[in-house]
């Protein structure tokens, strides 16, 4: 998307396009978390535990991202 039409995007909608940004985030993380649950259970039935403990600190690592944006999200659109 070109800067003119993200302009253009934030005037239409009335949401700002780093809130915008914030919100795409939050959705690729929370898509990351269900993606690292299957493969650390493919890991699991495989019997390969260091890759799930690999895919477990992967998982909470998102979680806490997914926290830190939602604190922020919510200061965005309450303003």
């Given at each position: ?24 985030v ?32 992967l ?21």
């Amino acid at each position: 998307m070109t800067m003119e039409a993200k302009r253009q995007s934030e005037q239409v909608s009335g949401i700002p396009n780093v809130t915008y940004d914030l919100m795409a985030v939050l959705t690729n993380k929370l898509e990351g978390i269900a993606a690292m649950e299957e493969y650390k259970l493919d890991a699991r039935e495989s019997g390969d535990q260091e890759a799930a403990g690999i895919f477990e600190q992967l998982e909470q690592r998102a979680r806490e991202d997914v926290q830190k944006l939602k604190t922020l999200l919510a200061r965005r659109l309450a303003a």
